[in-house]
């Protein structure tokens, strides 16, 4: 069995990535979403980096593309993929990362590496259950969570000047 792909560890990004958009081409047709090649591309360049982006960095790599968008396209893109799952705005950074289970209803947890800056989106059902419950508990209907937890990757720990 093959470690699961973080941003950490050495894995095939390329071919994560690919997967990623073959995911999206699929939900967007189950959901008769139009996904137009801008809001691929944007899907693409979120995906080349685990590494959150903004909307404005997205933007700067349209333009090296030799595409003529604005920012509200690059804004409409990216609420686009919002709404249908594959991404996620990483509010903390005012950013977005890809979706790692898209086709999947999922509480948003992120551990987000101060020093790298690399995200992984985290598994955690049994807290989701909890985070549910504590709310309900309060007489509070959760319409959305999203959990950002800053710290230090394994490969940043490791280096001396992040103790």
């Given at each position: 069995m093959s470690a699961r792909a973080i941003p950490y560890r050495p894995h095939n990004h390329d071919a994560c990535a690919s997967q990623a958009l073959a995911d999206a081409r699929v939900i967007c047709q189950q959901q008769s979403a139009r996904l137009t090649p801008i809001r691929e591309r944007v899907l693409e360049l979120v995906w080349q980096s685990h590494k959150p982006l903004g909307a404005y960095d997205v933007l700067a790599e349209l333009s090296s593309?030799?595409?003529n968008a604005a920012p509200p396209t690059v804004y409409r893109a990216l609420d686009f993929l919002q709404q249908h799952g594959l991404v996620h705005r990483i509010a903390s950074l005012n950013a977005f990362v890809g979706c790692t289970r898209p086709a999947e209803s999922h509480t948003g947890m992120f551990l987000i590496c101060r020093a790298c800056g690399n995200v992984l989106e985290l598994t955690a059902?049994?807290?989701?259950?909890?985070v549910r419950k504590a709310a309900a508990g309060e007489g509070f209907r959760a319409e959305s969570t999203t959990l950002e937890i800053a710290g230090l990757c394994p490969r940043c720990q490791a280096e001396p000047c992040h103790d």
């Amino acid at each position: 069995m093959s470690a699961r792909a973080i941003p950490y560890r050495p894995h095939n990004h390329d071919a994560c990535a690919s997967q990623a958009l073959a995911d999206a081409r699929v939900i967007c047709q189950q959901q008769s979403a139009r996904l137009t090649p801008i809001r691929e591309r944007v899907l693409e360049l979120v995906w080349q980096s685990h590494k959150p982006l903004g909307a404005y960095d997205v933007l700067a790599e349209l333009s090296s593309d030799g595409h003529n968008a604005a920012p509200p396209t690059v804004y409409r893109a990216l609420d686009f993929l919002q709404q249908h799952g594959l991404v996620h705005r990483i509010a903390s950074l005012n950013a977005f990362v890809g979706c790692t289970r898209p086709a999947e209803s999922h509480t948003g947890m992120f551990l987000i590496c101060r020093a790298c800056g690399n995200v992984l989106e985290l598994t955690a059902p049994a807290l989701t259950s909890e985070v549910r419950k504590a709310a309900a508990g309060e007489g509070f209907r959760a319409e959305s969570t999203t959990l950002e937890i800053a710290g230090l990757c394994p490969r940043c720990q490791a280096e001396p000047c992040h103790d």
